[in-house]
């Protein structure tokens, strides 16, 4: 907590010098201090003052809504699902009328605010850190499926100051999608990490400016769960694809293939120069030394991805944060048995305009797919 009270004091010195704008807010934060009544790094005040000091963006003159949508669960889950459930009661809280808030009393909350404290330098100027009162609470059951997307608008919000939501997951972009532009700048990195990873960067491609075409890969942990891990059945003839499609349709002449998340057994197992080392004119294996660092040097330097186990929120968060017009490609198939929430509901989980792959197990190439799974399985059946 004083980590964050301490950088909660130099953004305030900042604000302070930007002059009377800030210092209005600044004084209003005061008002909102003492109405809460609260000693400096008491955990609640570093939301209430963090929050106060700046309006909502689209709200001008207005503070935060005192009113809060908050999970009735938290764990230590990885990056990309916790941005999923922040990004989603924001955009939920919207319709609602609600500040998203982070549950301050959880000790797995504490470490990811201040890792988001770091990578994002944003994120507590639209979420609040804070813990519910005990009057006040009310509890809605809506979105209970981690991955299929369920209407807001059917929730009866009630007076209460506090809404807890009784699903854990929220992973559907449609939550938060007409707010994109929002949550973009809510997850922007920070200048440590942006440092850190434009240093490595800079090394790793040299004075290679040719066009890069990511392929995130994720196995670890996937092996031996149910949802697909990458697999080179799949990656080899999958990156041809891509490749073939940027060609013809996107018109690259010069293009490096960039490898992230790929250990040394699958690096490997890929024979990456014998397969690709002709088409491309470089292949690099990226590795940085934190998951932020990761997110954010995926990004920021793909000029087009593949996401090849479709079931990695990570890698799906590199693709929404990537360049606003990134050709974005992922494996049709979620799950090792294809039954997966995401696998039944594709369409909340990939924009539209992310070209889907479809993997032949008998001819063993890769091709597009413009149908949902729902479509295909019927098909099969
Ligand atoms: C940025 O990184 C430096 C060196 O690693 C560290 O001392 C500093 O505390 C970091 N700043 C923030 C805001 O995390
Ligand atoms: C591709 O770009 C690199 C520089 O990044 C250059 O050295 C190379 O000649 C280019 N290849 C082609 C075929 O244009
Ligand atoms: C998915 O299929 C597998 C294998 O047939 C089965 O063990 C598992 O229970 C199924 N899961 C769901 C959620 O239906
Ligand atoms: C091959 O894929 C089809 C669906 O396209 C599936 O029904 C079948 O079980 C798969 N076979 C193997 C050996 O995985």
Redesign the pocket.
């Known amino acids: 907590m004083r980590k964050l009270c301490a ?1 909660y004091a130099t953004k305030l010195r900042n604000y302070r010098d930007r002059g009377a704008i800030f210092c209005f807010i600044f004084l209003s934060s005061v008002v909102v201090f003492n109405i809460y009544s609260l000693n400096c790094c008491n955990q609640n005040d570093v939301n209430e003052v963090t929050l106060s000091t700046l309006a909502m963006p689209d709200i001008p003159g207005k503070h935060f809504m005192k009113r809060f949508i908050q999970l009735h669960t938290s764990d230590a889950g990885g990056l990309g699902n916790q941005m999923y459930r922040i990004a989603s009661l924001y955009g939920i809280g919207k319709m609602l009328n609600r500040t998203p808030s982070l549950d301050s009393s959880s000790p797995h909350n504490h470490n990811l605010a201040i890792e988001f ?2 990578l994002f ?1 944003n994120i507590f100027d639209v979420v609040a850190f804070n813990t519910a009162t005990d009057e006040h609470r009310d509890f809605t059951i809506f979105g209970r499926d981690c991955c299929a997307y369920a209407d807001p608008r059917m929730i009866h919000d009630s007076s209460a100051i506090w809404l807890f939501m009784g699903g854990s997951y929220y992973q559907s972009y449609k939550y938060f999608h007409e707010h994109k532009e929002q949550v973009r700048v809510m997850f922007d990195f ?3 990490v942006t440092n850190a990873v434009k240093a490595y960067a800079t090394d790793l491609f040299g004075d290679d400016k040719s066009y890069k075409l990511c392929v995130h890969i994720r196995r670890d942990d996937f092996v031996q769960h149910k949802n697909l891990e990458s697999r080179t059945d799949f990656v080899v003839p999958a990156v041809f694809r891509v490749l073939d499609y940027l060609k013809s349709e996107a018109r690259v002449a010069n293009m490096s293939a960039v490898f992230i998340g790929a250990k040394p057994d699958f690096w490997n197992a890929l024979n990456v120069f014998r397969n690709f080392g002709h088409h491309f004119h470089n292949v690099f294996n990226a590795g940085l030394s934190s998951r932020g660092e990761d997110l954010a040097f995926g990004a920021t330097y793909c000029d087009a991805f593949l996401i090849s186990a479709s079931g990695s929120t990570f890698a799906w968060w590199m693709a929404y944060l990537g360049k606003p017009e990134m050709p974005v490609f992922y494996n049709g198939q979620v799950s090792k048995a294809r039954n997966h929430s995401k696998d039944y509901h594709d369409y909340d989980m990939f924009p539209p305009e992310w070209h889907k792959l479809e993997f032949d197990n008998i001819t063993g190439d890769v091709r597009f797919e413009k149908k949902w799974n729902f479509e295909l399985f019927r098909e099969w059946n």
């Open positions: 950088m404290q770091t330098p920070g200048a440590n």
